[in-house]
Structures are given as structure tokens and as C-alpha cells.
């Protein structure tokens, strides 16, 4: 159970030195990315002009206020509330988003299946557990909206934020094969016929 | 008689946004103390002691406690003796609605539901979800807000059951729907329950059964024997907060019931995430009270 301190971006080697259970702290960059986002790029063809090779992305759509463009607000964007949202729902794009994109680290919530597990594995990434519904404590390690493309798709666009101590974060799936949902769920497959039994219910 | 001006309903209805969305109410902050004194696994505690150190910086930095500014839910009490026209009520909550996801400013996490647009208000056709009930105060006005969070909205579950599967069928129901819920609806939660009814009674009753106090039980004997049976047993299935393992899966299982047809035994789960939030104001001739 070790502890990463991680400048965005990060090469294959080093996300595959993180296993289940570390913890790590991300720095520098970090890019938000959510459904329509990924429905968008991946669906419907559209591209972007960031490069997210090495980079971490989290789930999130946040709320922002429109400010004028300034050295402050680069993107004419201030921080409101950025937090984070369920993975699972984007589930099929982490392999086209590590593929095509070459993103190596997704941070959400709730944990994601046995498609992004095998991603991980074949091409070097990872899956970092972050609190959700805690998003006024996240919103305290970003700096700054950097830049933000595909903002028609606003709150869904594809954000760049300069963040600073993301974390800690647990590492919950790793690129050898190991999940903590996946435990939890063995786990609680094996509970359920014993609570149903304390619940008088015939299995 | 009361008289209510639609400006003050459209002020509150605002203000009522955003208060809910920045303070949990002290039900749900105890209910943190419980279970994380209840607490065994080693992730599940410091997941909930963050969850709790997130609930004091919102309220040092009046931030927002999540991001998912949900579906705005508005439940309007009007009492006896109050002077104004439900269709003004229902007008001017919208219009705070809005105002609040401009003035604030607010995500607006509401799109139309087949070209995905996004107007930038929280409202939309339907939206902001109101229900008008009634009761026999005099001279009372009140209104609870509830933004419900799309994680733990997603995990939303109907049964038709029938007759011969009986109370073990609802059991078996809510303790499967809580696992295939598993950490994607933000656990601890409250898991609202609906039993009988029709079907669309039945999911409305366990939205109203997931954003009860905690501490308030069912009305009916039975139907709290039952929360006090399901609540002890869905903590016992080890998917802890967020998912990721531990003791504290859900603060409490409510249950709100109504009767049903000789043939149908319809069971309904809606499931409110660990910030819980919702806020209510009340109108009485002493003027505007905010509590929860």
C-alpha cells in the first residue's frame, strides 16, 4: 500500500507500477470528460484539439461561472462546485478513450466492469477511487479552468483544469487485473443468501 | 387568512435551491455519527470520515456539497386559510427555479429527454417536478425542495409482484436491488420503499419513503417492523460506502405503503444518496421560516 505523487502526464511504466489498494496524488493536469463528451467523440466522430496521451481524465460535469477571459481565468470559466459523477454509465469508452486518446488514468466513482479492467490490463491504465458527493472538498484542489473545448456541449464539455494535491485517491482497479469492486462483489454474493436466510427468505 | 405574494414564492423557491444544495439537514449529519461509531472496515471509515470533512468545508466555503445539482423537486403543503392560486405557486416556483440556476450560478443538469438540449435553467417540460398535498393547518404554507441526484436516481427499481410471492418476494427485491445498486448510487443511502398501490403510486411512494427524515418510520405498524427488519440486514451485505467494502451501505431502509388490488403485490425501490439534501420553508403569518 504505497503512496504516489503523480505529474500529469505519466508514462505506461509508471501506471504500472500502481496495484490496488495504493494511493495516489495527482498533479499539474487534470481533463474532464463526461457522456456527452464521450457520445461525442466517440459516437458521432468529433475530435479534440487537446492531447490527452499519458493524461488522467475524471468523470464530471461542473458547475462553472462565466467570467471574462483573463490571465486568472484562461478559459473565461471560474469554478464553482466541480465534483464527480458515476462511472459505470461510461463503461464501453474507456478502451476507445485509452486507445485513440491514449489516457491512462480515469478517476470516478462507483467503479466500472470487466471491459475497463481488461483495458487497463492490455494497454497500462488505471481506475483511482474519488469520494463522490464530496465535490466541495475537490473543488479546493483545482486552481484553475485552464482551457475547455467541445463547450457546446456545456456543462458536458471537455475540460482542462490545473489542479494541485488531487487526493489522496485510492488505486481501485490496477493494469494486472486486480478490483476492489470486483472483491466487493464476490463479498456480497456470498452475504446475500446469508441475509436472506436472517430475512426468512427461501434462496 | 394568509396571504402569500408570488414574489415571496419565487424568492423562496430560489433561495430554497440553494440552500439545499449547501447544507444537509441534521438528521442526515447524525446518522454519519452512527455509522461511522459502527463502522469495522478500514476503507469504509476514512470514506466517511471524507464524506464528513466535505460536509464542513461546504459549509466554510458556502460551496455546493456535490456537483449534481439533480432534478429540482419542489413538495408544496398548502394548509387551510391561505390566499393564493396553486397556478401562482406552481409559476413562481419555476421562475425561482430558474433564477437560482442563473443568479447562483447553478449546473442545470436537466436536458430534454430526445435532442439532450439543455436550456441552462433547471427546468424543462414537467421540470421542476411539483407536488401539491394538502393538510388541516391553519394559516400554513410550506415547501420542501429536494435536488435529487442522478446516482442514486439511475438506480430506481419496479416489481409487479404477485400474491403467492408475499412479503419474502419484497424482502428478496430490496435486498437485490441494493446489490445491483451497489456503490453507483452513492452509498450510505437511504433506500425508500414502496409497497402496493398502483405501479406509478408504488415509485412514488418509495421517492417519498428515500427523502424522509431520518429517524421518522412508517405510519403503518407493519410497514415499520419491516423498515427496522431491512435496514438491520442491508448493512450486513458488506458493500459499504461508495462501494468499495465496509458495514455502513445504507443510514436507514424507509418505507411508505399504500393499499393494493387482491391481485398485485407491487414493490417499488428508490434510493437518496449520503447527501441526502433536500430544505423546506414554511409560511405562516409570523412570516418565512427555513428549516429542513
Known amino acids: ?203 | 387568512m394568509l396571504n402569500v405574494q408570488a414574489s415571496a414564492v419565487e424568492e423562496t423557491a430560489k433561495e430554497l435551491y440553494i440552500r439545499a444544495l449547501k447544507i444537509l439537514p441534521p438528521d442526515i449529519k447524525q446518522g454519519f455519527d452512527r455509522l461511522t461509531r459502527d463502522e469495522t472496515g478500514g476503507i469504509a471509515k476514512s470514506v466517511l470520515a471524507t464524506m464528513v470533512t466535505n460536509i464542513a468545508v461546504a459549509e466554510q466555503t458556502d460551496n455546493l456539497l456535490c456537483q449534481d445539482t439533480g432534478v429540482p423537486i419542489y413538495n408544496v403543503v398548502v394548509g387551510r386559510d391561505v390566499a393564493i392560486a396553486p397556478q401562482d405557486i406552481s409559476a413562481a416556483i419555476r421562475r425561482g427555479c430558474e433564477r437560482a440556476t442563473r443568479e447562483h450560478p447553478l449546473r442545470s443538469s436537466v436536458v430534454h429527454p430526445l435532442t439532450r438540449r439543455n436550456e441552462h435553467t433547471s427546468c424543462g417540460i414537467e421540470v421542476p417536478v411539483i407536488h401539491f398535498d394538502f393538510d388541516d393547518q391553519l394559516e400554513s404554507l410550506s415547501i420542501e425542495m429536494v435536488p435529487k441526484g442522478s446516482g442514486s436516481e439511475n438506480n430506481s427499481f419496479l416489481r409487479m409482484a404477485i400474491p403467492a410471492e408475499g412479503v419474502q418476494g419484497i424482502k428478496r427485491f430490496v435486498i437485490d436491488s441494493v446489490i445491483a445498486a451497489g456503490g453507483k448510487t452513492c452509498p450510505p443511502t437511504i433506500v425508500g420503499v414502496g409497497l402496493g398501490g398502483t405501479s406509478d403510486l408504488c415509485v412514488a411512494l418509495a421517492k417519498r419513503a428515500a427523502t424522509r427524515p431520518l429517524g421518522s418510520h412508517c405510519e403503518d405498524p407493519d410497514g415499520a417492523a419491516l423498515e427496522q427488519e431491512l435496514s438491520a440486514a442491508v448493512n450486513q451485505l458488506g458493500i459499504g460506502p461508495q462501494g468499495l467494502g465496509g458495514d455502513a451501505t445504507a443510514f436507514a431502509v424507509h418505507i411508505e405503503l399504500a393499499a393494493t388490488h387482491i391481485t398485485m403485490n407491487p414493490v417499488a425501490v428508490n434510493m437518496q444518496c449520503h447527501s441526502a439534501r433536500r430544505a423546506r420553508a414554511t409560511f405562516t403569518p409570523a412570516g418565512i421560516s427555513y428549516g429542513f
Open chain 1, 1 to 203: 500500500m504505497a503512496h504516489h505523487e503523480l505529474q500529469m502526464p505519466v508514462t505506461e511504466e509508471q501506471v504500472r507500477q500502481l496495484r490496488v489498494h495504493d494511493t495516489v496524488t495527482l498533479q499539474r493536469t487534470l481533463f474532464g470528460i463526461r457522456d456527452a463528451t464521450l457520445i461525442h467523440m466517440f459516437d458521432r466522430g468529433r475530435t479534440t484539439r487537446f492531447d490527452l496521451k499519458g493524461h488522467a481524465v475524471i468523470h464530471t460535469a461542473p458547475n462553472v461561472r462565466k467570467v471574462p477571459q483573463s490571465s486568472e481565468h484562461p478559459s473565461g470559466y471560474a469554478p464553482v462546485c466541480i465534483g464527480t459523477t458515476t462511472s459505470d454509465r461510461m463503461e464501453r469508452f474507456t478502451r476507445p478513450l485509452m486507445q485513440r486518446e491514449g489516457v491512462r488514468i480515469i478517476v470516478g466513482k462507483g467503479g466500472m466492469r470487466d471491459e475497463s479492467l481488461a483495458s487497463f490490463r492490455d494497454m497500462g491504465g488505471v481506475y483511482l477511487a474519488i469520494i463522490g458527493g464530496t465535490a466541495a472538498l475537490e473543488t479546493t484542489w483545482i486552481e484553475q479552468i485552464e482551457d475547455v473545448d467541445l463547450d457546446d456541449l456545456n456543462p458536458e464539455s471537455l475540460w482542462r483544469f490545473r489542479i494541485r494535491d488531487f487526493g489522496p485517491l485510492l488505486v481501485a482497479m490496477d493494469s494486472h487485473g486486480g478490483s476492489l469492486y470486483d472483491t466487493v462483489r464476490r463479498e456480497v454474493d456470498e452475504k446475500r443468501a446469508k441475509v436472506l436466510q436472517s430475512l426468512g427468505v427461501k434462496a
